[in-house]
């Protein structure tokens, strides 16, 4: 079993991080964000990918979700952790403070790829719950563990960026009851569940977004959540090294069976130019 880790560049620098190796991996949807780090940590094998690349070279909407997601099954990943800067609707989810959301309301555009799926096989994932309950509930524990003031379930609102909302838009999600703001996750949550991989985030509010401007606190600047990031980075560590040895092979929920009742396509009917390519998704459930 391996764990895998998404986020910022910096978050590789974990103590205690042994046997480093960046491995460089292809996938038939094209170019992750980067080579990979494999690694050591508390004991467990660990793949982690800067999101944005190393130097942050790449937008939101410009991120190849199927890739990266594809080239950690590739790796062998069964658990990823996903680690995003957020901005908050709710004046209790303050900067500094982390959440660990059990929902996603996509407003991308459709920009983004978001399915593995198509090209001769049609399915239907189960996606009322995006979040894996068992290691969203490890990183929450995790963090009260480490001294972060920690927030278990919310929903993460996925705008397209990667410019920052208007008030009038800030002001319309929160309106709808939205609790936090980001640019990536969704996608990676829904191809994770795809691929069968136990996924969840651990959100760092960096920000009020902008739907509180004019008061003290301010509305969201680049270099309030370059500041914040920063001093949250240690943080996210502390509680990645706690969940790390937490996350165990036998967890009991349904997110490693998805695809078992959702795959409509007769195997007869799927190209066989399909079934190689997703041969490490659908593999087990088709005929070759």
């Known amino acids: 079993m391996k764990i895998g880790i998404i986020g910022g560049s910096g978050l590789y620098n974990i103590e205690g991080f042994s046997d480093p190796k960046w491995v460089k991996i292809e996938t038939p949807f094209g170019d992750p964000s980067d080579e990979y780090l494999t690694g050591s940590l508390e004991g467990r094998e660990i793949v982690f990918l800067p999101r944005h690349g190393r130097g942050h070279k790449i937008t939101p909407t410009e991120l190849n979700f199927r890739a990266n997601i594809y080239g950690m099954k590739k790796l062998g990943v069964d658990s990823i952790i996903s680690v995003a ?24 555009n459709q920009a983004r790829k978001t ?8 399915v239907h994932i189960p996606f009322a719950h995006p979040v894996c309950d068992c290691l969203a ?22 705008m397209e960026g990667p410019a920052f909302s208007t008030k009038a838009e800030s002001l319309l999600y929160k309106s709808w009851g939205m609790d936090i703001i980001g640019m990536t996750n969704m996608a990676e949550a829904r ?25 003290e606190i301010g509305s969201v600047t680049i270099d309030i959540i370059i500041d914040n990031l920063r001093r949250n980075a240690q943080r996210a560590k502390d509680i990645i090294k706690k969940a790390v040895p937490k996350i165990k092979d036998d967890r009991p929920c349904a997110c490693r069976q998805t695809l078992k009742y959702s795959i409509i396509t007769e195997s007869r009917f799927i190209p066989q130019e399909t079934k190689k390519k997703l041969d490490i998704i659908i593999g087990k459930y088709i005929k070759k």
């Open 191 to 215: 191809l994770a569940r795809e691929a069968e991989i136990c996924y969840a985030t651990l959100a760092m509010v960096t920000d009020y977004d902008c739907w509180c401007e004019g008061e």
């Open 137 to 158: 509930k490890i990183l929450y524990d995790s963090g009260k563990e480490a001294g972060a003031t920690m927030h278990l379930g919310g929903t993460y609102l996925n």
């Open 85 to 108: 800067a957020v901005g908050s609707f709710k004046k209790e989810l303050k900067p500094l403070h982390m959440i660990v959301p059990d929902q996603f309301v996509d407003r991308t």
């Open 115 to 122: 399915t593995f799926f198509g090209d001769g096989v049609v």
